[in-house]
């Protein structure tokens, strides 16, 4: 039967069964007023009848209870039949049977990709969050859009109800939302894959699903075209899911930015401040007061912190604020867990500073990497291994003092996340934490990333710690470090010179330690 078009349909019977009731009861009303019979289940159910619409319950129409706790409920030829006849074809088969038409499908699915973002789910708890009648249902009634409406956003019920006073639903708008379900279906079942998954266990099929955020003015320069999407099913903090409290529009580079600045803090368990310049930090530290921890990062490298993202990974307190004011930094933005209200008055003046709140800081234990190539991609987890007291394997005669190992493990999380060829300098300090004290990154030699992070610390570099994010294919690069003044060296080893290397570190009465962890970022 070919498709028509110019159809506008009554409705005269409507299923409705969501798990969200936000804004239910305004479209119950406008079926109702429409004149159209609603059925009903469980808690949806029972939202309407509160609400003093009519409304028949499912179990009612089919005849058959609900069983298992609710798991089997609309899974019933009576709904399925109702909801797939050919009007004008099926009529003769459907009244044999007993079976009335259902014109439209209200579903919001279960809330699985919400159950398991939350900290400390069980497996349990996340399979009772699988839905099997909603999307049965919504493929059901999107496959025969010809003659059903299937609405499963929430955003769309505004338009059902504006044509329902219309006398019905049109074609084109059943077409689209007949699509935006076999979208949403489509990356449900994606989600509960990717969580069923074991970590780091391959994909043969690398089906993303990404929904458009916004457009954007440019991409890394002026003459690129550009968007932002976003991961639907990842609900856990991070830029995408940020409340956006002021400022202007974010750009593509303040996009990765943020993002590059927020990774960063959520790797540390004290308080802990990032200053982000083009994807590499140019300041870190971490202190007892996250108002400490920021003030000594943004002092690692105030000349290049001009116009940077910083993020914190405790609330930004009016301290920090007053200090920004105080000082007249220009700063692009600000990404924290939350903001106080005097540090929001004070930034107030500030129009064009983006401030993005995340809530409590979490990582996504399922998170991935993903890099294109032209005609392609690669994916890998994500890289949120922190190195601890356990990795350390000393190689050297001298051994690091107590404090050593605190700033070696403090500098090994910010190497991370420092372009490759990567090191970092760092020390201990007496309010609590570690502070980076030298940065060198993105070269294509080693020991020129040690001479970059030597001239950036200056003074302040004798007696720190220094961390390599790979091992040192040559001694050149240790005695770089001595003769700026490092005490300690940590590092994954696994070169074929490591012996050389530890020799010359032995030599200059340098402490080293291996972790065999290496951290490549490119």
Do not use: W
């Not at 930090?281 to 921890?293: E, H, L």
């Not at 912190?305 to 220009?330: S, W």
């Not at 401030?355 to 690669?378: D, H, Y």
């Not at 610390?457 to 091992?471: I, K, L, N």
């Amino acid at each position: 039967m070919s498709l028509d078009q110019a159809s506008v349909r009554k409705i005269e019977r409507a299923l409705l069964s969501v798990s969200d009731k936000t804004d239910l009861i305004p479209l119950a009303r406008a079926l109702n007023e429409h004149g159209a019979e609603i059925l009903s289940t469980g808690g949806t159910a029972k939202a309407i009848k509160e609400a003093n619409i009519p409304v028949t319950d499912i179990s009612d129409f089919t005849g058959f209870q609900e069983m298992m706790g609710g798991r089997l409920k609309t899974l019933h030829p009576l709904v399925h039949g109702g909801i797939l006849m050919r009007r004008g074809q099926d009529e003769e088969e459907a009244q044999k049977h007993g079976i009335k038409p259902i014109d439209m499908v209200v579903v919001n699915l279960y809330p699985f990709k919400e159950t398991v973002s939350r900290e400390g789910v069980t497996e349990d708890e996340a399979i009772e969050q699988i839905d099997i009648g909603g999307p049965t249902m919504l493929r059901s009634a999107a496959k025969n859009f010809q003659f059903v409406t299937v609405v499963t956003a929430i955003r769309d019920y505004q338009t059902i109800i504006e044509e329902l006073k219309q006398g019905g639903i049109s074609f084109e708008t059943r077409r689209s939302l007949a699509i935006t379900v076999f979208e949403k279906t489509s990356n449900y079942d994606h989600a509960i894959a990717d969580y069923l998954r074991y970590k780091g266990e391959p994909v043969e099929l690398l089906d993303l699903h990404y929904e458009k955020v916004m457009s954007l003015r440019y991409g890394e320069n002026p003459h690129q075209k550009a968007a932002f999407f976003r991961d639907p099913a990842d609900h856990f903090p991070n830029v995408t899911n940020a409340k956006v409290l002021q400022g202007k529009q974010l750009s593509f580079n303040n996009i990765l930015d943020t993002d590059a600045a927020l990774e960063l803090v959520k790797d540390y368990e004290k308080p802990a401040a990032a200053v982000i310049k083009h994807l590499n930090p140019c300041g870190a530290a971490t202190a007892s007061k996250i108002s400490d921890a920021f003030t000594l990062a943004y002092e690692v490298d105030p000349l290049s912190a001009f116009g940077c993202v910083i993020a914190l990974n405790r609330p930004c307190t009016k301290e920090i604020t007053d200090y920004i004011q105080k000082n007249k930094l220009f700063v692009e933005i600000i990404i924290a867990p939350s903001f106080e209200d005097e540090a929001l008055k004070n930034l107030k003046k500030r129009e064009n500073l983006r401030l993005l709140e995340t809530g409590p800081l979490r990582k996504n234990p399922n998170q991935r990497s993903i890099k294109t190539v032209s005609g392609g991609m690669l994916i890998q987890t994500a890289d949120q291994y922190v190195v601890t007291k356990d990795d350390l394997k000393v190689v050297t005669k001298e051994k690091p003092s107590e404090d050593e190992i605190e700033a070696m493990l403090f500098a090994r999380v910010l190497v991370k996340h420092v372009k490759s060829n990567a090191v970092v300098f760092a020390k201990k300090h007496s309010k609590g934490g570690s502070v980076a004290t030298g940065i060198g990154a993105g070269q294509m030699s080693r020991v020129d990333s040690v001479m970059i992070a030597r001239r950036k610390g200056g003074d302040r570099v004798p007696g720190s710690v220094m961390a390599s994010d790979a091992f040192f294919p040559f001694p050149d690069a240790v005695v770089e470090a001595s003769e700026a003044g490092i005490h300690a060296i940590i590092q994954p080893g696994g070169s074929i010179r490591d012996d050389e290397v530890t020799r010359k570190a032995d030599e200059l009465g340098l402490a080293m330690v291996h972790t065999g962890i290496r951290s490549f970022k490119h």
